[in-house]
């Protein structure tokens, strides 16, 4: 396995929830970052949330995006090399392609998405 696999997509009614998750390639180390990107239809890819390996004092260790903060959580299980998007309050406007990424230093590998549909 050379990229993260994602899972956890679906299709969801408007204010409804879903938990994604996503496999790193290999371990979490402390210098890894984990984020969150999404691409709706005929929009370019956005960030989501993103979650350093290493806890910092703060909250300095997580990002989020506007439309994220107090809807979105991104968390790590560490043991288990996964980071997961838990999405409450979704809106028809959170559809989209959802991406995971994994930076290690200058490189980046991506996931290939998992679909996340939102009803009205």
């Known amino acids: 396995q050379v990229q993260p696999v994602e899972s956890g997509g679906g299709l969801v009614q408007a204010g409804g929830s879903l938990r994604l998750s996503c496999v790193a390639s290999?371990?979490?180390?402390?210098?890894?970052?984990m984020a969150w990107y999404r691409q709706a239809p005929g929009k370019q890819r956005e960030l989501v949330a993103s979650?350093?390996?290493?806890?910092?004092?703060?909250?300095?260790?997580?990002k989020y995006s506007e439309f994220a903060k107090g809807r979105f959580t991104i968390s790590l299980d560490k043991p288990n090399r996964t980071v997961f998007l838990q999405m409450n309050s979704l809106k028809p406007e959170d559809t989209g392609l959802y991406y995971c990424?994994?930076?290690?230093?200058?490189?980046?590998?991506w996931g290939q998405g998992t679909q996340v549909t939102v009803s009205s």
């Open positions: 990424l994994e930076r290690r230093g200058s490189y980046e590998y």
């Open positions: 290999r371990s979490i180390l402390s210098s890894t970052t």
């Open positions: 979650r350093a390996g290493a806890t910092i004092a703060g909250g300095l260790d997580t």
